[in-house]
């Protein structure tokens, strides 16, 4: 790997264990673990083929970016697979082996940041089974550390996961070139690579039979007419059992011939051929088909010379291609989702896709999201991210025409803790209503800097954007990260401008927002249900407002990294949590009126850090089992494995953010100055008046304190004036309560530097 800028191996962190404690007065109780599949789920994840996927939550759904490199053919499609809130992301040159040589597991990305494989850098452990009594062939990018008969143990690192990546391109290539090849496996020997963790293997397998069931069963063929000139391409089909997905619902290869033994019912095919010449990628919906169980079976007839309309749009200005997804989601007669995707990001491989009518049985969402970037020579780069679908069918033309009265504009500005001239990646990623997970591929730039986001202005959108910062390798990938930003969902109407800041620091401690309301649900950071208080803190906001997180303490080439942290609760003089290194919690709570104590100390030091290194935060607020919800409709209290079963109420914790006169790389000039101070309720809790704000700063680190001269300039804002030298750093501390009693007190260490600094715009 080439660094281009100092670099960490550290990157989105991973949702932390909540964990519980007896009532007051009692032992505490032992952690309550987290299921799989429950709750939001954030972090970045490579893949064995060496691609680097940052998954969130955005719009209630999981969303996967995947980073920016240099992609062509087989290396730049995907496919993706969906089912009971796991997310599987599969590179094409694996399809061809998916259950029959790779384990599904190696994809589930959700369950893979689940198990802890969300911070690249390390290793990714692997699992290999040989064929009985045969040799051991070493397997590209594979290191051993184990062998036991016929399996073996072993890992691949982040540079040898891309040589395991480029040799399953190429016999992907070849198998795919011929129809009756790839039958045992990517590799001559080898009949399986799973993951070593046993918690990220899928279960059950997307290319699972389906489940045995006491349904009459029918027989089914399929038979596929290529299109013209394609000669005999490779073929796969996603099969769902639309009466109840989970009766059937598998990715296959289709092997000429084959006979497919399935319960009785209406069903959905997604039939996929890709031209092992050009990787042309063609798909077809069967969208209602009934099976019987009638003598001899059925066949089912596909013509691919209907798939002839590519997927396109045409920008205002010019634009390269960068991505495109078409997601097809489909629900069962329950109105339970599962969802095919297919993504590229070769703009000279497109997808075509046959025309299609609507569901009636259960219902098919259909949406193509594009994503354009600008010339090189742009003075300043622009992206285009496009939106379009519906639930009517597939229709006939699917290149959109775009015009600028469509567009919403978005102006921003990216600031950089530290040297400038490091490498950055922006995304923008979509959400409708009737779709599954958004995909969308990170936007390279030079950080600090600006870029500006035309994005589709249609009230079925829900956007959220993503600011990551950092290294890359020798194919251009964001590879090792320093900060990972994401904004809340928002929406845009057409012709709407708006101009929004990254990383500007101070950046802190806080609370994510909901600032879009979507058809999903909204985990709730701060709520009680009956007597069980839920309470998810995020390590670092910048002063917009946008959430960051950050990975665990570990050494790296540039030195040590200390993201350590303390999170401590109080019930009166009990203490009812005490935890490292975790900022969420689930603990029961006293149903009497009682006067909380959160504490949470964090640490944020690594060698490419210069400001923000270490934050004390204290809340203080009463909370009584709640008699009524006060929650918003459509948010959860707490994650999904634990349903709102009584009454949720929002916690009236306060908020603090900042805005510090700083030039895009955190520095302000010395003389007389202010800090602009904002206290506010937690969204969503009990209105209570802002009443009383007190502002310390400190330049020697906190070891002595001036007081700032803090004006209320209305509504819970404030202006802290104060002379600072003219060199060194700013610490902060920000002390309020509300007129309820509630009550924070916030220091942030070095919050920004200061020097010789002109101001941000």
């Not at 032992?27 to 599949?37: K, V």
């Not at 997905?245 to 000429?256: C, D, E, Q, W």
């Not at 975790?582 to 009497?592: H, K």
Request: proline share 9%; charged share 15%; with cysteine.
């Amino acid at each position: 790997m080439r660094l281009l800028a100092a670099a960490s191996v550290v990157v989105a962190g991973v949702g932390l264990v909540a964990v519980g404690s007896a009532p007051t007065g009692a032992a505490p109780a032992p952690p309550r673990p987290a299921a799989a599949g429950s709750g939001p789920v954030a972090g970045t994840v490579r893949l064995v083929t060496g691609d680097l996927v940052t998954v969130g939550t955005r719009a209630g759904r999981v969303s996967l970016v995947v980073q920016p490199r240099a992609r062509t053919g087989l290396a730049a499609q995907f496919v993706g697979m969906r089912r009971a809130g796991e997310q599987f992301l599969v590179p094409a040159a694996a399809l061809p082996y998916l259950g029959h040589g790779l384990d599904p597991g190696l994809f589930d990305v959700t369950r893979l940041i689940r198990a802890g494989r969300a911070v690249p850098g390390g290793r990714l452990g692997v699992r290999l089974t040989y064929q009985a009594g045969a040799p051991h062939p070493s397997v590209p990018g594979v290191t051993l550390t184990s062998t036991q008969g016929d399996t073996a143990e072993g890992y691949l690192t982040d540079a040898s996961a891309a040589a395991f990546g480029a040799a399953l391109v190429a016999r992907a290539g070849a198998d795919l070139a011929h129809p009756g090849s790839g039958a045992a496996g990517p590799f001559t020997g080898l009949t399986e690579i799973r993951p070593a963790d046993p918690a990220a293997a899928a279960a059950p397998p997307l290319t699972a039979a389906p489940r045995q069931t006491l349904d009459a069963t029918g027989v089914l063929r399929i038979r596929v007419n290529p299109a013209d000139g394609e000669g005999e391409p490779a073929t796969f089909v996603n099969v769902m059992n639309v009466d109840d997905g989970n009766k059937a619902f598998f990715l296959t290869r289709l092997v000429t011939g084959e006979v497919f033994r399935l319960p009785v019912g209406n069903y959905a095919f997604q039939v996929v051929t890709v031209d092992p010449k050009t990787q042309v990628v063609r798909i077809l919906n069967v969208v209602d088909y009934r099976l019987t169980s009638q003598p001899g079976g059925q066949t089912l007839a596909v013509d691919m010379r209907a798939a002839n309309e590519p997927v396109g749009a045409s920008t205002p200005k010019p634009a390269d291609f960068a991505s495109l997804l078409t997601d097809f989601n489909r629900t069962d007669r329950n109105g339970v989702p599962f969802g095919f995707s297919a993504d590229t990001f070769d703009g000279q491989a497109p997808i075509l896709l046959a025309p299609a009518p609507a569901a009636r049985v259960g219902r098919l969402g259909y949406s193509a999201n594009l994503q354009f970037v600008s010339p090189a020579r742009a003075p300043v780069p622009y992206a285009y991210s496009l939106a379009f679908g519906g639930t009517d069918g597939i229709p006939t033309d699917v290149h959109y025409e775009v015009a600028d009265s469509d567009l919403a504009t978005i102006d921003n500005t990216y600031y950089a803790d530290g040297a400038s001239g490091q490498p950055g990646v922006a995304s923008m990623t979509s959400a409708l209503p009737w779709e599954g997970p958004g995909v969308s591929v990170g936007f390279p730039f030079t950080t600090p800097g600006r870029r500006i986001d035309y994005v589709a202005g249609n009230a079925d959108v829900v956007w959220s954007a993503a600011y990551q910062r950092g290294a890359v390798d020798d194919a251009g990938g964001l590879v090792v990260l320093f900060d990972d930003y994401l904004d809340s969902e928002r929406r845009y109407a057409p012709g709407q401008r708006a101009r929004v800041e990254w990383g500007r620091q101070p950046v802190h401690p806080g609370l994510v927002v909901q600032t879009a309301k979507s058809a999903s649900e909204f985990f709730c950071p701060a709520c009680r249900e009956d007597d069980d208080m839920r309470i998810a803190l995020r390590p670092t906001d910048d002063a917009a407002g946008h959430w960051g997180v950050f990975g665990p303490s570990r050494d790296t080439p540039l030195g040590p990294v200390d993201a350590g942290g303390r999170l401590r609760l109080f019930a009166g003089d009990t203490a009812l949590l005490d935890e490292a290194d975790v900022t969420e919690l689930d603990v029961p709570a006293p149903a009497a009126s009682t006067r909380f104590r959160l504490l949470l100390d964090q640490n944020r030091a690594a060698p490419w850090y210069t400001t923000g290194i270490r934050s004390h935060t204290e809340w203080g607020f009463t909370s009584t089992h709640p008699k009524a919800s006060t929650a918003p409709a459509g948010w959860v209290c707490g994650q999904s494995v634990h349903p709102r079963t009584g009454a949720c109420a929002v916690l009236p914790l306060l908020t603090v953010n900042y805005s510090a006169p700083v030039n895009l790389r955190g520095v302000a000039p010395g003389g007389p100055t202010h800090l602009d101070v904002a206290v506010a309720p937690t969204q969503a809790a009990p209105a209570a008046t802002i009443a009383a704000v007190t502002v310390d700063v400190s330049f020697d680190d906190g070891a002595t304190w001036t007081p700032a001269t803090a004006t209320n300039t209305g509504g819970g804002h404030y202006r802290a004036a104060f002379t600072a030298p003219t060199s060194g750093f700013v610490t902060t501390r920000v002390k309020a309560t509300d007129s309820d009693g509630n009550a924070i007190s916030q220091t942030i260490t070095r919050a920004y530097t200061l020097g010789t600094a002109t101001q941000p715009h």
